[in-house]
């Protein structure tokens, strides 16, 4: 008997939860072409409710608890934009959509080439833009291996512009029709080439410029291995000054 009662209980208490949430739907679209943008982040703020946008750029987010929040959207390489005081009613869906505009200033310092080639990746596919652009501005970083310098910074925008490059060769083979498909598989292929030996030329370079610092780090721990009570006396008359 009081397991029966047990059970109407929590029951009834999950009815009572449920009647007190409502729920929030929407899409994510890309503010230029108006294509749908997957992947994208959608926060309820001062919650620890949220979502991700699927394929077709939509999000659904069920039991928020009734009342007023500022809901975010946000993907790397478009600004965040955040809706302020939507009202999440009991036993009812709301809607919000999401124009994102592109971040251009993150993108200033790449050739004009490459920033059309991209806004061509773009407009085919919003998420997919966003997530080569992330993983292949890390990938490629100057800073990565050793501390960037104007020499690093531009080795990595030349191999970043020739990545870019050979996504979007590969995405209008796919369709392309049989005539030009040779043709464009052709630029690939000069493309990747171009872009393993800057590669490798980046690389060697990262490699002399990390044997050097080891080097130098070297002598340093031999230095102070040799000649330990030295160190601490010059410190401690350097420090008593």
Do not use: H
């Not at 966003?130 to 960037?148: T, V």
């Not at 030349?158 to 996504?167: H, R, V």
């Not at 030996?197 to 002399?208: A, F, G, I, M, T």
């Amino acid at each position: 008997m009081k397991q029966f009662w047990l059970l109407i209980f929590l029951f009834t208490s999950s009815m009572l939860i449920n009647a007190q949430t409502g729920k929030l739907v929407g899409v994510a679209e890309d503010g230029e072409f108006g294509n749908p943008i997957s992947y994208a982040n959608i926060i309820i703020k001062g919650t620890e409710l949220g979502a991700a946008t699927n394929s077709s750029g939509k999000y659904i987010i069920v039991n928020i608890p009734a009342g007023k929040y500022d809901v975010s959207c946000s993907l790397y390489g478009y600004y965040k934009l955040t809706v302020e005081n939507v009202t999440i009613n009991e036993n009812d869906t709301t809607e919000v959509n999401f124009n994102l505009l592109l971040d251009k200033k993150l993108f200033e310092k790449l050739p004009l080439q490459t920033q059309n080639d991209m806004r061509e990746i773009r407009k085919d596919d919003p998420g997919k833009f966003a997530n080569l652009y992330y993983r292949k501005s890390f990938e490629y970083s100057s800073g990565r291996y050793i501390p960037p310098d104007d020499e690093a910074d531009k080795r990595s925008i030349e191999l970043f512009s020739l990545d870019m490059k050979a996504e979007l060769l590969g995405m209008q083979y796919k369709k392309a029709n049989d005539a030009d498909k040779q043709q464009i598989k052709l630029q690939l292929e000069a493309t990747l080439k171009q872009l393993i030996s800057s590669l490798e030329v980046s690389r060697k370079s990262d490699v002399n410029e990390i044997e050097k610092r080891l080097n130098d780090l070297k002598k340093s721990l031999d230095n102070i291995i040799n000649n330990k009570d030295k160190v601490i006396k010059d410190r401690i008359d350097e420090l008593l000054k």
